[in-house]
Each structure stands twice: as structure tokens, then as C-alpha cells.
């Protein structure tokens, strides 16, 4: 099996740190972006990363006042299964709440009430994905241009101390439109004496 | 060349007071990311002190913003400290679970420029922290002296970084 292209001889090179793993734009609506590690020690194998980084530009279908959209890891769904503080503003206050235990990273993103061609766009860093540690996470997220018009920072735990093998991101109403997209890096360290 | 490029690794294989890194090689900007807890046993969950090129004077300020705790919001000031207040939040041993870390992504802009005071930015997230307690941090940070930055220096404000902590700089080129 052939070496990704920034292993050369066995040994990382200094090529980028950020390696692409992944991008979805998507042709149809769709409720769920899955990524699962292929686990074969090329580019999609998540255990070779430090952190991993996903950045989506959407927006939902869903009529209504908002739209939420989330992670789940390694199918995690359970009550209880995360931890969380967020903190949102939405131009005349800011607030701070607890979010609920079964998913991480919510903010909410434009629907179809929303101004024409209006997309969110939201940034997620997972950490340390390889560790026992919990898996925790930082998002940070805007939304403008619709009938919720916020700034979002959360503060996320998986309870898990597996391995980050699968991001599942989740429209909780309706479906991300076709336009939205998706992208997921993974951040390589280097390990120095 | 890279657009972005790990410098060093730190992954703390015992507990350790500090973290430095010394060799910032030719970039535009740095971003430090750290999965990170301390030890200090009575401390709660606690920042991440930062100084440059060892400089130990009054000559940094924060400001920040954050949520803590549910509901609760705040806005604080701290000037004339001899540290960076918090370059990031780790978790600490009243931390339910030992398995919990802390993790910040701490940005340092144009560091390299000579005629620059050095202004970073950093979020920051301990979750589920003592009694159940979650703080979520942004702030920024300035260090009031123009020298180019050479050393960072990491360190909690009271026992060590824990085992299993581990931080790594990146360096940001420009086109």
C-alpha cells in the first residue's frame, strides 16, 4: 500500500499540516453529512491526525423561525452522552445556556425564511481525536440574513474516550439545501525531540 | 512552501510546569492548539499564563468575553498583569472525570514584525468542569512591546500541566 504524499520513507515531510480530507457539496438536499475514517492509513484515515477541523457554509429547507444544526460523534445520540456551554448573541444581547446532552456544537443556520442565497457558516475543532480523553470540541458559528441573526461560540464534550472514527453532521428539521457545503481537514502534529 | 505547517509538538508524557516553545521559524502568523489539564489540587478549572521572550514585566493586558455555567455571561478586564491572564482554559483535578481536558486555540498575528506591539486572540472551552460547571472564553490579549516575538513561554498559575496535556504550534505562511 502506497504511502500518503506527505509520508516519505515512513517519516511526515513538512508539507501542510491541514490535510483535506474530505468535501461535500451537495446536488440534493440532504438531512446528514456522515464522514467515517476509512481506517487504511491514506488520507482518510483519521487516526494519524491530532485534531480535526470541519467547515460548512449552509443553509436548510425547513420553514420556521429556525433551524438547528449539530455533530454527532461516533453516533453518539444518547441523553447524557455530551457535555456543553454556549454562548450567542444576536445583536442587542448575548446569551448563555446549556445545551442538550445528546448532541454537540448546535447553533442554528438560515432557513427558507431566510433572505434569498443567504448561507450560515459554521467552524468546528475537534481535538486531540486519537487520545483517551473525552473528545472535545469548539464551534464557532454566524448567521445573518434570516429571522434569527447570530453570532454562536460552544463549548463541547463527547463522553467517549474511543477514537473519533465518525462526524455526523445533523439538520434537526428538514435538510440542508443542494449549494451548502462541507469540508473536513485533519491537523498533523510534529512529534520533535 | 506550505501554507500551514506544524512547527513542534508538545505531548506532556509526565506533568511538567511549563511549556516553551523557542523556535518559531520564518512565518507570518502562529496558532498554538491545546487539549490541556493541570494538577494544582485545589484549583478549579484554570487559565493558561502566557509570556514572550521571557519578559516578566506589567506588559500585558486581556479582555474577554465569556459564558459560564448556564446562563451566565461576563466581560472582564485585566491590564498591567505580568503574564497573558488566559491564553486558554484547562480543567484541573476537581474535573469529575479525569478524562476531561480543556481546549483552546490560541492565535498570535504577524509575530516576526519588529515595529508591532503583538496582539493575539483565543478561544477557549472547559466543559463540565467541578460541580458541573462549563466555561466558554474569547478573549484578546496584548503584549505592549514591539520586539519581534523569539519564545513562548505556557504555564498554569499554580502546579503543572498534567500528563496526557498536549499543545502544538503551528506556523501560518503568507503567499
Known amino acids: 500500500m502506497a504511502d500518503p504524499s506527505y509520508i516519505v520513507d515512513g517519516v511526515l515531510t513538512d508539507s501542510e499540516a491541514w490535510v483535506g480530507i474530505a468535501h461535500a457539496s451537495l446536488s440534493l438536499p440532504a438531512a446528514t453529512v456522515t464522514w467515517t475514517s476509512t481506517d487504511d492509513g491514506q488520507t482518510g484515515d483519521f487516526s494519524q491526525y491530532m485534531d480535526l477541523v470541519v467547515v460548512m457554509y449552509a443553509r436548510s429547507d425547513r420553514a420556521g423561525t429556525w433551524t438547528d444544526s449539530y455533530v454527532h460523534v461516533n453516533n453518539m445520540t444518547s441523553s447524557g452522552d455530551y457535555a456543553g456551554q454556549d454562548l450567542s448573541g444576536n445583536g442587542s444581547s448575548v446569551t448563555g445556556s446549556v445545551p442538550s446532552t445528546t448532541r454537540g456544537g448546535l447553533w442554528y443556520l438560515p432557513n427558507a425564511g431566510a433572505t434569498a442565497n443567504v448561507f450560515g457558516c459554521c467552524v468546528y475543532h475537534f481535538f486531540d481525536i486519537n487520545s483517551g480523553k473525552y473528545k472535545s470540541f469548539l464551534t464557532s458559528a454566524a448567521s445573518d440574513g434570516g429571522t434569527e441573526n447570530l453570532a454562536w461560540m460552544v463549548a463541547s464534550t463527547a463522553k467517549t474516550q474511543a477514537p473519533i472514527t465518525e462526524i455526523d453532521l445533523v439538520t434537526g428539521s428538514g435538510n440542508y439545501i443542494a449549494g451548502s457545503t462541507f469540508s473536513l481537514f485533519g491537523v498533523l502534529p510534529r512529534m520533535v525531540a | ?175
Not at chain 2, 519581534?148 to 505562511?173: C, D, K, Q, W
Request: overall charge negative; aromatic content about 12%.
Open chain 2, 1 to 175: 512552501m506550505a501554507v500551514i505547517e506544524a512547527i513542534a509538538t508538545t505531548y506532556l508524557e509526565a506533568d511538567a510546569a511549563s511549556v516553551t516553545f523557542s523556535s518559531l521559524g520564518s512565518y507570518e502568523h502562529l496558532q498554538i492548539r491545546v487539549s490541556g489539564r493541570h494538577n494544582n489540587s485545589g484549583g478549579a478549572g484554570a487559565s493558561i499564563y502566557i509570556r514572550f521572550n521571557g519578559d516578566t514585566g506589567s506588559n500585558y493586558s486581556t479582555h474577554t468575553m465569556q459564558a459560564y455555567n448556564g446562563a451566565n455571561t461576563g466581560a472582564d478586564p485585566y491590564t498591567g498583569q505580568a503574564y497573558v491572564y488566559a491564553g486558554g482554559r484547562i480543567t484541573g483535578p476537581l474535573t469529575p472525570s479525569a478524562s476531561n481536558y480543556g481546549t483552546s486555540v490560541i492565535d498570535i498575528l504577524d509575530y516576526r514584525n519588529g515595529s508591532k506591539n503583538t496582539t493575539m486572540q483565543q478561544m477557549s472551552g472547559v466543559v463540565d468542569d467541578y460541580s458541573g460547571n462549563s466555561f466558554l472564553w474569547f478573549s484578546s490579549s496584548l503584549w505592549d512591546n514591539t520586539a519581534a516575538v523569539t519564545s513562548i513561554l505556557l504555564y498554569p498559575p499554580s502546579g503543572s500541566f498534567l500528563r496526557g496535556t498536549e499543545m502544538t504550534l503551528y506556523g501560518l505562511n503568507s503567499a
